[in-house]
């Protein structure tokens, strides 16, 4: 055991010389890896980032016009597969004599896209209501089917962007209206549609 303890004794240096350099070999191996760890993370958040970014590139946008019982009417730009309700949150939301109840607040919007939120008390669900409402409804607020400008024939619900093109296409081609039943010739307006804007137009 002293021969053991003398030979450390006389090669201490040696001894000491050879712990410090596994020491230091064992911190750069160390740091080594732990570069590499760090440049492989900061190469992943660029990737991440750079494809997060193409994403939102990718994201087709488009204008639509939200007006009548909302906080905040006007254009919003929207993102291509967004939905009505979407666009009414954006606008602020609803106000307290908004009636959504012949809206489809799940419909997907579309470019140029006009959104009109009804007043409650225009368009009350009760067919008695429909009717007293109807009926008091000046014919001066309703919409001239041969003379209304494309913006003006989107204001009537039901009348989009394709539909009001049609119009005045049918009409520059065949003349005014002789009837706002003659609305039906226009292709696209059928019997349904008909139902839905015959009491918002007049010739």
């Known amino acids: 055991m002293q021969k053991y303890l003398d030979l450390i004794y006389f090669k201490r240096k040696e001894i000491i010389s050879i712990t410090i350099i596994l020491v230091l070999v064992i911190i750069i191996l160390f740091q080594s890896f ?41 254009i919003y730009e929207m993102n291509n597969g967004n ?3 979407d666009v009414i949150t954006k606008a602020g939301g609803l106000t307290k004599n908004a009636d959504t109840n ?7 919007i579309v470019d140029e896209m006009v959104i ?3 007043t409650l008390n225009i368009n009350n669900t009760s067919e008695l ?3 007293k409402v109807i009926n008091d409804l000046p014919k001066d607020k309703r919409i001239s089917i041969n003379t209304a400008s494309i913006d003006e024939l989107m204001t009537i619900k039901g009348i989009g962007t394709t539909k009001a093109k049609k119009i005045i296409e049918y009409r520059n081609k065949n ?10 010739k226009v292709s696209g307006i059928g019997n349904s549609t008909f139902e839905k804007i015959k009491n918002y137009i007049k010739i």
């Open 83 to 85: 939905r009505i309700i």
């Open 129 to 131: 209501t429909d009717k």
């Open 34 to 74: 732990h570069n590499d760890k760090e440049i492989e993370i900061n190469e992943s958040n660029i990737i991440e980032k750079k494809e997060s970014k193409l994403k939102e590139e990718d994201i087709e946008k488009i204008i639509v016009d939200i007006k009548g019982e909302i906080n905040k009417p006007g």
């Open 116 to 118: 009109i939120i009804p």
């Open 175 to 184: 003349g005014k209206f002789k009837k706002i039943e003659d609305i039906k």
């Open 102 to 108: 012949s809206i489809n607040l799940s419909e997907k």
